[in-house]
């Protein structure tokens, strides 16, 4: 499958490594940003504003109600509005009429694709970032916008409905690593962090304490060491989005199934919906092993445009 030379987000696998984000995003509260000149803002590099406006209540109604018929397959969209991860973007600030959330690599994007704000948010969108399910007239700017160099990447959507808290437990117990699973705390998660090549990937969070605050996550560790780990990349109100990885040595002895069965367990007795929204087929079947029931497949896009 082809993919960007950016680490590929949100994947999820046994066989191969798996990433919640890229280390490279940084975390940021989630606000309202404006191209409008009644707001001092600079441009960086990648074409992000710089500039911000707080997301107030009335602001959350707007996004809210902007992005209610986009497609939803992770919880990206539910992360921003509520405030809990995320950034959104617009081309007016008193009165926009083209958004767009972008929580890590992902970016979504509503409201008036062809008006003069909408193109200059498409133009903005940084390359590798995945342009992720938004209203068929983004797509149409995105082509007109990047031309030949915008990519697809098919990924892969679930219902986590047929979860079972009694397959799940078949899973874990069935596993040599069951004892050997232990939840991640503020220490661990910051010396994961600390890594040259981190399992754990908390960019979107303001710390690792934020994190284990408002977050899941579960490790094997062997000899102090992480094996892999299974932790919320993105939460909100209605549950997680499940990131796992498992390190290169210790590959198909199931370590990612132990792990995955123990977060999605904790996610079910306390009544979160643990979203998978995987990118490759390995992430498929464990998916499907777990209990997951596929839904079907999209494309997401990206650029490589400098």
């Excluded at 408002?214 to 990349?233: E, H, I, P």
Aim: glycine share 8%.
């Amino acid at each position: 499958m082809a993919a960007p030379s950016a680490p590929t987000p949100g994947v999820h696998a046994e066989p191969t490594r798996a990433v919640g984000r890229p280390a490279r995003w940084r975390p940021r509260p989630a606000v309202l940003c404006s191209w409008s000149p009644a707001f001092r803002y600079d441009l960086g590099e990648d074409g992000v504003v710089n500039g911000t406006l707080e997301l107030t209540k009335a602001n959350r109604l707007k996004v809210a109600r902007a992005f209610r018929l986009n497609k939803r397959v992770d919880f990206s969209i539910e992360c921003a509005i509520e405030g809990q991860l995320g950034t959104v973007l617009v081309d007016d600030a008193t009165q926009p009429t083209a958004y767009c959330i972008r929580v890590g690599p992902f970016g979504y994007f509503a409201g008036d694709a062809r008006h003069a704000g909408g193109r200059l948010l498409m133009q903005g969108f940084p390359a590798y970032r995945l342009l992720m399910p938004s209203p068929l007239e983004w797509l149409a700017s995105a082509q007109d916008v990047f031309g030949e160099h915008l990519k697809s990447l098919p990924r892969y959507s679930f219902s986590s409905a047929p979860l079972s808290s009694e397959h799940l437990t078949r899973l874990l117990e069935g596993s040599p690593f069951r004892e050997c699973i232990i939840p991640l705390s503020v220490d661990l998660a910051q010396q994961a962090t600390e890594q040259p090549e981190s399992p754990l990937d908390l960019s979107d969070f303001d710390s690792a304490a934020d994190f284990i605050e408002r977050g899941l996550g579960y490790t094997v560790l062997d000899n102090g060491r992480m094996m892999g780990v299974a932790y919320s990349s993105l939460v909100c109100s209605q549950g997680i989005e499940v990131s796992v990885y498992v390190e290169d040595a210790d590959r198909r002895q199931g370590v990612a199934t132990a792990l995955s069965s123990r977060l999605l367990l904790e996610c079910l007795a306390s009544n979160l919906r643990p979203n998978w929204d995987a990118a490759n087929p390995e992430s498929v079947k464990l998916a499907t092993k777990l209990g997951y029931r596929f839904l079907e497949s999209y494309e997401a896009y990206y650029h490589t445009r400098g």
